[in-house]
Nanobody, 128 residues
């Protein structure tokens, strides 16, 4: 599957933004999709993940409840909703996909290497 992120740009602090991850190819609904971001000078950070046909995503507490992930398989798209943006949210945002579930039975997959297909990223810049 090929992934393309969109929806990034320059926003003001306090704004909300929805990023899209569109998947091409067949059987997108068989892929779990995660969101990551990479801020300047920092390592890539896991933001959350959603299974192939799962309504509820897994989002770790570290993102403080300001983000949500959803998917619309009829549109081959996964969304990342960002709320109450601040300067620390400035980063390149990536979506990534893996075939099958995003939960191993004991843990959610949250490492970069757990996902085989990556988009090119979309820049989000938050101006204060």
């Amino acid at each position: 599957v090929e992934l393309v992120e969109s929806g990034g740009g320059l926003v003001q602090a306090g704004d909300s933004l929805t990023l899209s991850c569109s998947g091409s190819g067949v059987m997108f609904n068989q892929y779990g999709v995660a969101w990551f971001r990479q801020a300047p000078g920092k390592t890539r950070e896991f933001l959350g993940t959603i299974g192939p046909n799962v309504r509820n995503p897994f989002i770790p507490n570290s993102v403080n409840g300001r983000m949500d992930i959803s998917r619309d398989n009829s549109k081959n798209t996964v969304y990342l909703r960002l709320n109450s943006l601040n300067a620390e949210d400035t980063a390149v945002y990536y979506c990534a996909a893996r075939w099958g579930p995003v939960y191993s039975g004991t843990n959610y997959y949250r490492r970069e290497g757990d996902y085989q297909n990556w988009g090119q990223g979309t820049q989000v810049t938050v101006s204060s």
